[in-house]
C-alpha cells in the first residue's frame, strides 16, 4: 500500500504502526461481529474487541520502546564518538574534516554519525548537519545537549579540543551517576514487583474464601427459588444509570473470562477483583518506569508486564477454581 499517495505526505515510521495496526484492529472486530453473529454469542464480540485494543497498542509501544532503547544506546557510545572525534582534530584537521573522519564502532549511534558525514561530504553546511543531528535527539537531553555543545564549540572557534575533554569527561560522570541510581533502584523495583504479586495472591485469596461466606449469610440480598434461598449480587435490583453501567461492565467481563452468570454475585465480586488487579498492575508499572529511569515508556513497559502478569495469574486460578 502506498501510503504516501494516500495521505499526500511521506508517514513517520510511529504514523505508519498506528495505520497498519488500527487496519488491522479495525479487521479482527469486523471477523469478531461476523462470528458473533452467526454463533448467536455477544462474548466473541467482546473478546475480540479487547484482542483488538491489545493489536492496536501494543506494537506502538514496542515501537517506542525499542526507540528508547536505541537513544540509551547512543547516549552510551556518544563519549567514544567524542573522544574519536577529539583525537583526530588534535592532528590538525577542520571540524567537519575530523567527523569525516571517525570510523569507530559507536553502536547504534552509528548510523547517525554516517548520516551526519554524508550531509558534510555533499556540501551541506555543518551547522544545519549538526541542527538536524539535534532534532533527531529532541527526547535526550543528554544527546541534545551535547550536539548544542559541538554546535556552539564550531560556531565560537575556541579551543575545540579542551571543549571536547571537558564535555566528554562530564557524559561519564552524568552515566557513572546514572549507573549507580539504577543499581540502586534496582532493589525497589523488585520490592514493587513483589509488592503487587502478594497483592494479586491476597486478592485471590480474599475473592476464594469472601464470595462463599457471602454466599452462606446472604448479606448483599436473597432471592427466593422455590423452598431454596440464595445470594444475590448488588447488581439484581440495579435501575440508577451509573449503578446500572457498572454492573453492565462486571457483566461483560464475568463474561469475558467466564466468571459466571450474569448479575450473579460471583460475576459481581470476582470482576471487581479482576478491575482492581489489572488497575494496580498498570498503575504501578508507570511508577516503577518514572522511579527507574524517569520515563513514561519505560513506565508502560513495566505497566504490561505487571498487567499480562495479573491477567494470566487470575486466569489460571479461575482455570484451576482457585478463584
Known sequence: MNLEKLFGARLTK?????????IIALVIILFGLILSLLFANFNILLDSFIFSVFVFTVPFFVYRYLHFMEIKDC???LPVFLSDLKEIKESGVSFPEAIKLCRGDYGKLNKYVEKLKKNISWGINIDYALK?????????RILSRSISTLL????????????????????LKIME?????????QQYIFMMY????IFVGLTIVLGNFLIPLISEIGVT???IIGH????ISPCFDCYDPLCYGVCGYYNIIGGMFAFGEPNSLQVYYKSLFFTMIVLQGFFTGLIVGQISAKSWVEGAKHGLIMLFLGLFIIIIANIIGFF
Do not use: H
Open 221 to 223: 440480598g436473597v432471592e
Open 177 to 185: 551517576s546514572e549507573k549507580d541510581k539504577k543499581s540502586m533502584m
Open 132 to 140: 538536524q543531528l539535534q532534532k533527531n535527539f529532541g527526547e535526550s
Open 228 to 231: 431454596k434461598s440464595k445470594s
Open 14 to 22: 510511529k504514523q505508519e504502526i498506528l495505520f497498519y495496526s488500527a
Open 194 to 197: 513483589g509488592i503487587f504479586l
Open 152 to 171: 556552539e564549540t564550531y560556531r565560537s572557534g575556541g579551543n575545540v579540543e579542551d571543549i571536547l575533554e571537558t564535555l566528554i569527561n562530564s557524559l
Open 75 to 77: 547516549e552510551k557510545n
